[in-house]
């Protein structure tokens, strides 16, 4: 299996704030590399899809980069709705595929 | 643009089998890979399986033993089914199609108990 670690597992911020989590996965996954939000109660929602594109209807705040087994997502401005948990997964392995553990991002 | 919407009874006990529907409105099966995923509560998530628009599927080893996806393509249906629950699979259980998911089910909790 490929193994999906993200970093940190949690953070605090504030509103206006630049905020990066990491993704790194335990073999090369290419661009094969897909970022979510989830907010209490709700199912995930894709943000970024092969590592860098854009899922239509995302604020362009939100941007990923990365290939290999390091990948980035940042936020460029956290704004209120922001605060949610981010999950990477991997679909390189369509036969196994595997999520991170989640990075939750508090108010500070 | 595609919605899907997923039922299934969501309180069983210790050996039942856990059955699920997720129904795909406004698309098609075809051409895509269909996921079912679940969320422990407070964890993460994980993956169960996935099929194509032709029935070839695939299963997290973990889960393999119990874990069928079939589909209704008459119905535009999808299904999960997963024998022998115990506490450990009490999760939110979501369908998503394909390898970047999206869209999403709503989300089924399925709580096993004796």
């Known amino acids: 299996d490929i193994q999906m670690t993200q970093s940190p597992s949690s953070l605090s911020a504030s509103v206006g704030d630049r905020v990066t989590i990491t993704c790194r996965a335990s073999?090369?996954?290419?661009?094969?590399l897909n970022w979510y939000q989830q907010k209490p109660g709700k199912a995930p929602k894709l943000l970024i899809y092969?590592?860098?594109s854009l899922q239509n209807g995302v604020p362009t705040r939100f941007s990923g980069s990365g290939s290999g087994t390091d990948f980035t997502l940042t936020i460029s401005s956290l704004q209120p709705e922001d605060f949610a948990t981010y999950y990477c997964?991997?679909?390189?392995?369509?036969?196994?595929?595997?999520f991170g553990g989640g990075t939750k991002v508090e108010i500070k | 643009q595609v919605h899907l919407q997923q039922w299934g009874a969501g309180l069983l006990k210790p050996s039942e089998t856990l059955s699920l529907t997720c129904g795909v409105y406004?698309?098609?099966?075809?051409?895509?890979?269909w996921s079912w995923i679940r969320q422990a509560p407070g964890k993460g998530l994980e993956w169960i399986g996935e099929?194509?628009?032709?029935?070839?599927?695939n299963y997290n080893p973990s889960l393999k033993s119990r874990v069928t996806i079939s589909v209704d393509r008459s119905k535009n249906h999808f299904f999960l089914n997963l024998t022998s629950v115990t506490a450990a699979d009490t999760a939110v259980y979501y369908c998503?199609?394909?390898?970047?998911?999206?869209?999403w089910g709503q989300g089924t909790l399925v709580i096993v108990s004796s």
């Open positions: 998503a199609r394909g390898a970047a998911f999206d869209p």
């Open positions: 406004g698309g098609s099966l075809s051409g895509y890979y």
């Open positions: 099929m194509d628009h032709s029935g070839s599927t």
């Open positions: 073999q090369t996954i290419n661009t094969f």
């Open positions: 092969g590592a860098s």
């Open positions: 997964q991997q679909s390189y392995s369509t036969s196994r595929i595997t």
